[in-house]
């Protein structure tokens, strides 16, 4: 990617703090908001993009674990995964998180030969709803200015509060903005503020631009959306949630499953998660549960993601016996792992005997609450075959499902 533009550009990404407000038990870049953590998203925003050649993460010292187990997991491109540098440690202070970074960027990670970039974004991690358009209007300001910010003008009116908490006095807003990022540099420069700044004792800066004005450097401001607000507290996290459900856009796949059981001398059989006393039992490597295993089939079919037999193999002496409510969560967790949800499931039943229809209440409820689902979403029904063919002649049960389940687009 890089030499493709004529100015090589990073993104210098802080998430180096330990800002818990958010509630939960990690810092609030760790936590997960739609199908992955804040921190990922926010990389994504701008590992996508072809101008950015080099992503600089920089991490509290301890967090190596949780932030390498994200990044795993997300789904980036080799193109996208190969722009994101070793993270960097941070400092006590924002300031000294950044400016650690910049050095990482500065120098060549172990073995790759890196050349600086000609111009840095430095963003924080906790803001990833930041839009293309907003960090290419910075990446455009730099072309005029040596900085240049994403900033919001202020449409509330401000108040300053005397000791005892009453107004004041009005204050004039015009004219005043409210600082996000990313906030972009020249490299050159911003790294020099940085250094001067260190060097002279002062540490508490609270953005870059406030060291740049403070190196007398010249910072455009570039107008921001409030949708790239950054995430404090619980009810950002839960706001961030609801827009992302928004506009994610979910598609409704279909899966069918099929499944057949012969019966053995017994006195039950489980059908949909009910024990049902009978003249016979069903014959399985499981508890042949025949309406769970269509259904689980069923969902994922609608995954694209094998059947039951491909992910518990009845070579396998584990699933002996299984309860098979344990091959249908699994079939939910996978849904659940894509990010989407199941929208609804039918199971059709076909024998001769036992009579289903008085336990259809209890087998409704049964998969409901194995999958979670509002049993106003679980159809379950049942049909003879007129005395035609293996269920007519009473020598097992078959079951038909089907699925459909809502994922990402
Ligand atoms: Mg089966």
Same mark, same amino acid.
């Given at each position: 990617?890089?030499?493709?533009?004529?100015?090589?550009?990073?993104?210098?990404?802080?998430?180096?703090?330990?800002?818990?407000?958010?509630?939960?038990?990690?810092?609030?870049?760790?936590?997960?908001?739609?199908?992955?953590?804040?921190?990922?998203?926010?990389?994504?925003?701008?590992?996508?993009? #072809?101008?950015?050649?080099?992503?600089?993460?920089?991490?509290?010292?301890?967090?190596?674990?949780?932030?390498?187990?994200?990044?795993? #997991?997300?789904?980036?491109?080799?193109?996208?995964?190969?722009?994101?540098?070793?993270?960097?440690?941070?400092?006590?202070?924002?300031?000294?998180?950044?400016?650690?970074?910049?050095?990482? /960027?500065?120098?060549?990670?172990?073995?790759?030969?890196?050349?600086?970039?000609?111009?840095?974004?430095?963003?924080?991690?906790?803001?990833?709803?930041?839009?293309?358009?907003?960090?290419?209007?910075?990446?455009?300001?730099?072309?005029?200015?040596?900085?240049?910010?994403?900033?919001?003008?202020?449409?509330?009116?401000?108040?300053?509060?005397?000791?005892?908490?009453?107004?004041?006095?009005?204050?004039?807003?015009?004219?005043?903005?409210?600082?996000?990022?990313?906030?972009?540099?020249?490299?050159?420069?911003?790294?020099?503020?940085?250094?001067?700044?260190?060097?002279?004792?002062?540490?508490?800066?609270?953005?870059?631009?406030?060291?740049?004005?403070?190196?007398?450097?010249?910072?455009?401001?570039?107008?921001?959306?409030?949708?790239?607000?950054?995430?404090?507290?619980?009810?950002?996290?839960?706001?961030?949630?609801?827009?992302?459900?928004?506009?994610?856009?979910?598609?409704?796949?279909?899966?069918?499953?099929?499944?057949?059981?012969?019966?053995?001398?017994?006195?039950?059989?489980?059908?949909?998660?009910?024990?049902?006393?009978?003249?016979?039992?069903?014959?399985?490597?499981?508890?042949?549960?025949?309406?769970?295993?269509? /259904?689980?089939?069923?969902?994922?079919?609608?995954?694209?993601?094998?059947?039951?037999?491909?992910?518990?193999?009845?070579?396998?002496?584990?699933?002996?016996?299984?309860?098979?409510?344990?091959?249908?969560?699994?079939?939910?967790?996978?849904?659940?792992?894509?990010?989407?949800?199941?929208?609804?499931?039918?199971?059709?039943?076909?024998?001769?005997?036992?009579?289903?229809?008085?336990?259809?209440?209890?087998?409704?409820?049964?998969?409901?609450?194995?999958?979670? /689902?509002?049993?106003?979403?679980?159809?379950?029904?049942?049909?003879?075959?007129?005395? /035609?063919?293996?269920?007519?002649?009473?020598?097992?049960?078959?079951?038909?499902?089907?699925?459909?389940?809502?994922?990402?687009?």
């Amino acid at each position: 990617m890089q030499g493709a533009y004529a100015v090589s550009i990073a993104v210098l990404i802080v998430a180096a703090g330990r800002g818990t407000r958010a509630g939960g038990d990690v810092p609030k870049q760790y936590a997960r908001i739609g199908d992955g953590p804040v921190y990922c998203r926010t990389i994504a925003a701008f590992a996508v993009l #072809e101008e950015i050649s080099a992503v600089q993460v920089v991490i509290r010292d301890g967090d190596d674990g949780i932030y390498w187990q994200g990044l795993l #997991e997300a789904e980036f491109t080799p193109a996208q995964r190969e722009k994101i540098r070793i993270p960097a440690i941070g400092g006590d202070t924002r300031q000294s998180s950044v400016f650690k970074g910049l050095l990482a /960027l500065a120098s060549d990670p172990p073995g790759t030969p890196c050349p600086k970039p000609d111009l840095v974004l430095i963003h924080d991690a906790a803001r990833p709803f930041v839009s293309a358009e907003t960090i290419r209007a910075v990446i455009a300001a730099l072309g005029t200015s040596p900085g240049a910010i994403a900033a919001v003008p202020l449409a509330d009116t401000l108040k300053m509060a005397s000791d005892r908490r009453t107004i004041a006095r009005t204050v004039d807003r015009a004219g005043l903005w409210r600082a996000q990022t990313p906030q972009g540099f020249r490299f050159d420069d911003i790294f020099a503020a940085h250094g001067r700044a260190a060097a002279a004792g002062l540490k508490d800066f609270t953005d870059d631009s406030a060291v740049a004005e403070w190196a007398g450097l010249d910072v455009a401001l570039v107008a921001d959306t409030p949708d790239n607000s950054k995430i404090t507290t619980a009810s950002d996290l839960a706001d961030a949630e609801r827009r992302l459900a928004m506009t994610t856009t979910m598609e409704p796949r279909t899966g069918t499953g099929f499944d057949v059981h012969r019966f053995a001398p017994g006195d039950s059989v489980w059908l949909c998660g009910v024990e049902i006393p009978h003249e016979a039992r069903l014959d399985g490597h499981s508890d042949a549960d025949v309406g769970l295993h269509a /259904l689980t089939d069923a969902i994922l079919g609608a995954l694209g993601d094998g059947d039951i037999g491909q992910h518990f193999p009845p070579s396998d002496m584990r699933w002996k016996g299984a309860a098979s409510h344990v091959f249908l969560a699994d079939a939910a967790r996978r849904v659940a792992e894509r990010g989407g949800r199941i929208s609804n499931v039918d199971v059709t039943l076909l024998c001769e005997a036992p009579k289903i229809s008085p336990h259809r209440d209890a087998m409704r409820a049964a998969i409901a609450e194995i999958l979670k /689902l509002d049993v106003a979403r679980v159809g379950v029904k049942a049909t003879t075959t007129e005395g /035609l063919g293996f269920t007519g002649r009473r020598e097992g049960i078959a079951a038909m499902a089907s699925a459909t389940v809502m994922l990402p687009a």
